[in-house]
T-cell receptor, first 113, second 115 residues
């Protein structure tokens, strides 16, 4: 398996634009997580899915953020409209069942100018 | 709520020296504990994990960690550091309770290695 695949690796966008981050989890994994990493706050869990269903989105910072998982092999994290304070590295991770290790993608570095 | 504290933001060691990275956690029951490593521009890679049983766990790349319940600690060790170990290390604890999953990470310790 190629691991968790995220795209794009880097994204630069202007404030107010819509941004969509994409993730393909490891085949067979039934948990998918979106994290955000910043210098100030470290790694924060934004939302996680189990069997394509959102379970806990309490970490999503505000309504500008939304995440979907239309099928077991694809998830998106959307920010609309984007703001400079959204600049961060966004990681997607997946795991095979609860409480085992999470496998991380290489992240998307988002810069909002 | 569970939490993880990594007291050292940055540690510098000489190549060949021993290493210990500290991790303290707060959790109401026996936790699941993890150490991850992140190289620049990369995602996080699991080094080792503790679920139950032997409190000394072995991981990849020659790392080990010891779970000490009395001290609420899960320190990471390596007897001889290599230059390629320079990276950022994250301790994590989970889960938060029945029916939910919350893997909580510490703020990380950046390791620099002097040749």
């Amino acid at each position: 398996d190629a691991g968790v695949i995220q795209s794009p690796r880097h994204e630069v966008t202007e404030m107010g634009q819509e941004v969509t981050l994409r993730c393909k989890p490891i085949s067979g994994h039934d948990y998918l997580f979106w994290y955000r990493q910043t210098m100030m706050r470290g790694l924060e869990l934004l939302i996680y899915f189990n069997n394509n269903v959102p379970i806990d989105d309490s970490g999503m910072p505000e309504d500008r953020f939304s995440a979907k998982m239309p099928n077991a092999s694809f998830s998106t994290l959307k920010i609309q409209p984007s703001e400079p304070r959204d600049s961060a590295v966004y990681f997607c991770a997946s795991s095979s069942y609860m409480n085992t290790e999470a496998f991380f993608g290489q992240g998307t570095r988002l810069t909002v100018v | 709520a569970q939490s993880v504290t990594q007291p050292d933001i940055h540690i510098t060691v000489s190549e060949g020296a021993s290493l210990e990275l500290r991790c303290n956690y707060s959790y109401g029951a026996t936790p699941y504990l993890f150490w991850y490593v992140q190289s620049p521009g990369q995602g996080l890679q699991l080094l080792l994990k503790y679920f139950s049983g032997d409190t000394l766990v072995q991981g990849i790349k020659g790392f080990e960690a010891e779970f000490k319940r009395s001290q609420s600690s899960f320190n990471l060790r390596k007897p001889s550091v290599h230059w390629s170990d320079a990276a950022e290390y994250f301790c994590a604890v989970g889960p938060s309770g029945a029916g939910s999953y919350q893997l909580t990470f510490g703020k990380g310790t950046k390791l620099s290695v002097i040749p």
